[in-house]
């Protein structure tokens, strides 16, 4: 990036945390949407709802049927006609059981399945929409929001949304399902009884939902925690040369040992809020089965109830037990849905600012005019003045135009404005008379390139990088940009060629070399408006004045800006623009400009070589 | 509804031309992530870091045992009551409060031993993390610069996260496995001493379970990793897509990006179907499991109770065990694959803290005094990276204190290896480096650095604010000496137009300034540090010229009073120097000051009078020529 953003980079960063705020009518909104969402795969998300009843109806009918095994023996060793009968039924009891856990089994294996595939269906529709969203934002919101938010709502927010379907909701099934027909069952048996084995519910349940939540909120804590040790961790070792140049590794030991400490004190409360819950809760439970055992043992003595039904008691507490003690995670599935979702849902939503009017047309390129007409122009977050006021100027196809001043004056931003990576204030841009605004995105684009001082480079090959933007292009012309850019003999010097990775993982080039790659880039795509932002100063001298040269078998097609700051990248242009605080303020040919005697020629002499009288001009100015 | 796609897949594959040269995404081959399931060197290593708590170990374990214990009492406790205190004509209620009692005990003995379990593996395993993390980190802040310099950072951060993340996992996980078998061997136990012939058939269902999860386990892991790996795949692309943003979208690539992140989505969503069906695929053969078990213990054990050779109770408990009997199986198995991560990671750790410490200060090391001359000599220097190929080759030459020297030369003449000499970030293979006249092996590397400032050609600034940055690791620097420096430097301007001044936080790698004013602030650095011997490698990257004159100016106050080693490009830094130093190949060509260089008419002068404004902007080529043109 170029001196001009980095100055706007400073005002602080829009985020997408608004969602924090909300109440729980916005909450119950998004749940809602998220539920929509999940029910637009409805033959999925039926099949999960329709085996999660099934299966736990199955799973209810467990202990009934243990218990009547337990009964149908107690009867059995009774003897006689009655006996003989139950001894039958054992039989039958052994059978149903074993089909009604084969049967439990299977529609478990559904329920899961597809409640899961429902959250992939929906995480994969998501992940597209996120990215499409974010190819299509235009600059001033990339501007506005650090990466590393927008990498956590596409990652793990997605996430959040996407477990929804299977964590919270089907479990909503599940649990009153066990419960409510559970609780009846019991209830209906004995009445005691069954409040006794089920008293151990509500606690467990709102422990469980009160510990989930706090782990969560811990959590949050955490992970920022943990992301200051990783920034220490990071820094200290991309830094080492500086740490060892001040011997500051006492220093940094102390840094590492406080982000270090803050976070695993953290950790450890967190180990004792989670175990003091867990250990709260098991004996919640097995004491509402000692009671169980105390009372019912009682019934079974004085004849009201048989072992069977005591045992059928037990078993039921065995499994509600899992489901009980889950419940935290539901609500904190719910929890975390509705504020992840928030923070999605605000992304997928925002309103693209700089899109196709409808119905535009493409470019139409005929004299290849560009066009400023009073354009003026302020960062929309800024509280800044306007970065450009009433800028006029015209290139025809074929001339070059320099632009140049001191830094923050705008020239960058002026560049960006052509592709409409902003949009103008006031005034307009047009090429060949056509308003910018009023055109297509794509043909623009296709048809304006700028080379960017500091250019992403993707990893992935060489040549990929060269046919960003024209994947279909023929190896020769790959050649030939890359010959002009000057980047062929290097590239023929590694040892896989235009094959070689770069990028972020890949063989890492200087400077110079990502620039001159950025170049053949932007020639790839046949620009009638070529602009360089600064996208020469890692180059050296004389290899520029080769590219420039190369270029200009092209240059008649097109229109060339160059921002610079060395006045050789632009001294030999048509015409020099000499921008300061947004407005251009001296225009003319280098000699016009030199002979003026004005800032240009002010700025010039700081840059030549000052001769041997003159030495100390720079240093005390 | 917004999560509907705007823009129509295009079709980028079936419109007849070939396969475009695109591809969204990078994907690193990840790293073995499966080790040895057992590797005794590894594990004597991991436990030298869980030593120290041996202790709460031993404790744990105990509690574990104890857990278990009641984990398998509890269901006799109810047997016990039912055939003792229910039978109908033997009832009693006598023994059914005994069991009442004895059951209350048990699970009090549960809770504490859960409690304590729990806590006490939690609380070791984030011990023993940061421990071992904490030992990395500082071992890598000894290990040689070279080796750094061959080693990732993101490489090593993942050693320091994921791996210690994985050994983290390992130890909870294997105290809780100690309780896993206990439970398991413990209901065996039970069940046969309760009735063997029925604990027999009951039991024959594990061998079962434990044949189909051999055949199992490797081809879910295999489904398991290729779902880890799409989605990591998806997610390089999402962050490539918002890193590259700005590229992608003025060369006019989103459409085609969005078919080929299609493309990983899609797989990202076949493979998490596909792992969905493994993971599931075992919850009927279990269950059916446990039914075949609990049908078994009916039939046969209601006939067995019938002929009065089994009580209802003991009926009852083999149900309750049952139920229980499938659980260690299932993370037992999973611990397999845990101890694998843990083997394969611990590897990578111990490769990490097994990396030689190249440069250790003399066990009679000398305290630099900062009354020293501050002369910096070199004596018959020889030194290579790669000790075959020298980088400099007998290079003799002395500072004076209080002189400013320039040391000049192309590319790969060894003058970056000066600076790093004289600082001892490498030991020279032959001959000396003197600082205040001492061989810097035999001074502390701590009162060495804290004699010599540095100031790297890439700024380099920290997280935090520019009042902290500036005065560094000196942290008895007060405002008024930070404000100072940075006057001195002329950084103070800029910085008082920062929001919050010498309170602004700067963003990761003082990403919110100019390469210029980032330059400035490490000069404000050097400043505050106050050494006596400044060693500086220029910018070459081009500033503004308005930037550039702050430097210039700022390089002679940083100058004054310190002797001085720069490593120049400028012509104007040149100049002003007291003395030029010529190196090529390693080997001293020339030296004396400008005046005396440009009488000699070797490669300085001749570079010079190439009449550009930068040594920088002299293209190889034409230093090559000059180079040649001299030595002949």
Aim: net charge neutral; proline share 3%.
């Amino acid at each position: 990036m170029s001196s001009d953003t980095t100055v706007r980079a400073v005002k602080p960063s829009a985020s997408l945390a608004l969602a924090k705020a909300a109440g729980w009518g916005k909450g119950l909104s998004i749940l809602t949407r998220i539920t929509v969402m999940a029910f637009r795969h409805p033959w999925q998300a039926g099949a999960a709802i329709g085996a999660t009843l099934i299966a736990s109806a199955f799973q209810l009918t467990i202990p009934r049927l243990l218990g009547q095994a337990v009964d149908n023996t107690q009867v059995a060793l009774t003897g006689g006609a009655a006996g003989q009968a139950a001894q039958d039924a054992l039989l039958t009891t052994a059978l149903l059981l074993l089909g009604a856990s084969v049967l439990r089994g299977i529609f478990t294996l559904v329920q899961n399945y597809y409640s899961e595939a429902v959250g992939h269906h929906m995480g994969y529709r998501l992940r597209l929409a996120c990215y499409e969203k974010i190819q299509r934002l235009s600059f001033s919101f990339h501007d506005s929001i650090h990466s590393g938010d927008l990498i956590t709502v596409g990652l793990l927010d997605l996430e959040g949304v996407r477990m929804y379907f299977s964590t919270a909701l089907v479990r909503v099934f599940l649990l009153s399902m066990l419960i409510g027909i559970g609780a009846y069952l019991l209830i209906s048996t004995d009445l005691v009884l069954g409040l006794l084995a089920l008293s151990f519910v509500p606690f467990v349940g709102w422990r469980s939902s009160v510990t989930q939540l706090r782990l969560r909120a811990t959590w949050l804590d955490l992970q920022e925690r943990l992301s200051v040790l990783t920034r220490v961790m990071e820094e200290n070792l991309g830094g080492i040369r500086v740490v060892r140049a001040f011997a500051a590794q006492n220093h940094e030991m102390e840094k590492f040992d406080a982000a270090s400490q803050s976070a695993v004190s953290l950790a450890h409360q967190r180990v004792g809020i989670r175990v003091a819950n867990t250990s709260a809760m098991t004996l919640s439970f097995f004491a509402s089965m000692g009671l169980v055992l105390w009372v019912g043992g009682l019934k079974v003595i004085s004849g009201e109830i048989t072992v069977g039904t005591l045992t059928s008691f037990l078993t039921f507490m065995t499994i509600l037990q899992m489901p009980v003690r889950q419940l935290g995670l539901m609500v904190n599935a719910f929890a975390r849905a509705s504020t992840c979702g928030a923070r999605l849902f605000e992304l997928l939503d925002l309103e693209v600012a700089i899109r196709d009017r409808k119905g535009a047309p493409e470019l139409k390129v005929t004299e290849g005019t560009l066009c400023f007409e009073n354009v003026g122009f302020a960062y929309p977050s800024a509280e800044t003045n306007e970065v450009l006021t009433n800028v006029t100027f015209e290139a025809k196809r074929g001339e070059t135009i320099g632009i140049v001043g001191p830094p923050g004056s705008g020239k960058s931003t002026l560049a960006h404005l052509i592709p409409r990576f902003y949009d103008v204030g006031s005034g307009r841009i047009t090429i060949d008379g056509q308003d910018i605004r009023d055109i297509t995105l794509q043909s623009l684009r296709r048809k304006v390139v700028v080379v960017q001082q500091d250019s992403f480079l993707f990893t992935t090959t060489i040549e990929n990088n060269i046919a960003y933007g024209d994947p279909w292009a023929q190896e020769s012309r790959i050649e030939r940009a890359s010959e002009s850019a000057q980047l062929h003999n290097y590239v023929l010097g590694l040892p896989t060629g235009y094959e070689t990775v770069v990028g972020e993982r890949g063989v890492s080039l200087s400077g110079g070399q990502r620039q001159r790659l950025s170049i053949a880039r932007a020639l790839m795509l046949r620009p009638a408006v070529m602009v360089f932002d600064d996208s020469t100063a890692a180059i050296d001298a004389a290899t520029e004045s080769r590219i420039r040269s190369a270029m200009r078998r092209y240059a008649a097609d097109r229109v060339t800006l160059i921002v610079a700051h060395r006045l050789s990248s632009l001294m030999h242009a048509d015409r020099i623009l000499f921008m300061e605080d947004g407005r251009i303020v001296e225009s003319g040919t280098h000699d016009e400009l030199i002979a003026a005697g004005g800032r240009y020629k002010a700025l010039y002499d700081l840059q030549v070589r000052p001769g041997d009288d003159g030495r100390d001009d720079a240093l005390t100015a | 509804m917004s999560e509907e796609l705007e823009t129509e897949r295009p079709d980028i594959r079936e419109d007849g031309r070939r396969p475009p040269r695109a591809v969204v995404g990078s994907h690193r081959i990840e790293e073995e992530i499966f080790g040895k399931v057992f590797d005794s060197n590894i594990i004597r290593r991991i436990w030298a870091f869980v030593n120290p708590y041996r202790t709460k170990i031993y404790l744990a374990v105990a509690a574990v045992l104890a857990f278990t214990a009641m984990q398998l009492i509890i269901p006799l406790i109810i047997r016990y009551a039912i055939d003792n205190g229910m039978q109908p004509g033997n009832a009693s209620h006598t023994v059914l409060y005994w069991c009442i009692a004895g059951f209350a005990a048990a699970i009090l003995v549960n809770f504490v031993a859960s409690y304590a379990q729990e806590t006490l593996v939690g609380g070791v395993a984030e011990d023993v993390l940061f421990d071992i993390r904490r030992a990395m980190f500082s071992h890598l802040q000894r290990v040689s610069l070279s080796w750094m310099d061959k080693t990732e950072v993101g490489r090593l951060m993942s050693r320091l996260q994921g791996d210690v993340n994985s050994m983290q996992e390992f130890l909870e996980t294997s105290v809780l496995s100690v309780g896993d078998i206990t439970l398991l061997f413990g209901i065996v136990i039970v069940m046969l001493t309760l009735d063997f012939k029925l604990g027999l058939l009951t039991l024959s269902a594990l061998p079962v379970l434990f044949i189909v999860r051999i055949f199992w386990l490797p081809r879910a892991r295999k489904s398991f990793m290729a779902a880890h790996e799409t989605n990591s795949i998806a997610n390089g692309a999402l962050a490539e897509a918002i890193h590259g943003v700005r590229a992608v979208q003025s060369m006019d690539r989103e459409r085609i990006n969005f078919a080929l992140y299609d493309d990983k989505a899609r797989a990202n969503l076949m493979t998490h179907l596909s792992a969905a069906r493994y993971a599931q695929v075992m919850v009927p053969i279990v269950d059916s499991l446990t039914g075949l078990a609990m049908a078994l213990v009916i039939v046969v054990g209601g006939a067995r109770v019938l002929n009065q050779a089994l009580d209802v109770g003991v009926m009852v408990a083999f149900l309750f065990y049952i139920q229980r009997f499938f659980d260690p199986i299932r993370s037992l198995t999973l611990q397999y694959s845990v101890m694998q991560r843990a083997m394969a990671s611990g590897q990578r750790l111990t490769e990490v803290l097994d990396v030689p410490v190249d440069i250790q200060d003399a066990p009679d090391a000398k305290t630099l005094s900062p009354d020293m001359d501050g002369s910096v000599e070199f004596r018959d220097v020889v030194f290579g990276y790669n000790p075959k190929h020298p980088v400099l080759k007998h290079v003799s030459f002395k500072v004076n204190p209080g002189e400013t020297v320039a040391l000049v030369g192309p590319t790969g003449s060894g003058k970056s290896s000066c600076m790093s000499l004289i600082h001892r970030f490498y030991d020279v293979q032959q001959g000396e480096v003197l600082v205040g006249g001492h061989d810097v092996r035999d001074l502390t590397q701590d009162s060495l650095g804290r004699q010599i400032a540095m100031v790297l050609q890439e700024p380099y600034l920290f997280t935090g604010t520019v009042f902290d940055n500036i005065r560094y690791h000196m942290k008895d620097a007060s405002r008024e000496k930070v404000i100072e420096a940075a006057k001195a430097v002329g950084a103070h301007d800029f910085i008082m137009r920062l929001p919050e001044g010498y309170d602004s936080i700067l963003g990761q790698r003082g990403g919110n300034l100019s390469l210029g004013q980032r330059q400035l602030i490490s000069f404000a650095r050097a400043l505050v540090a106050d050494a006596k011997i400044l060693v500086l490698d220029e910018a070459t990257a081009n500033i503004d010229s308005y930037t550039e004159m702050l430097i210039q100016k700022a390089l002679v106050k940083l100058l004054e009073g310190r002797t001085g080693l720069v490593i120049a490009h400028r012509l104007a830094t040149i100049r002003e120097a007291d003395r030029i130093i010529v190196l090529q190949n390693g080997e001293l060509i020339e030296s004396g000051n400008h005046a005396a260089l440009m009488k000699n008419d070797k490669l300085y002068s001749k570079l010079y009078n190439l009449n550009y404004s930068s040594f920088d902007d002299i293209p190889e080529d034409v230093i090559e020529e000059a180079a040649t043109e001299q030595a002949t």
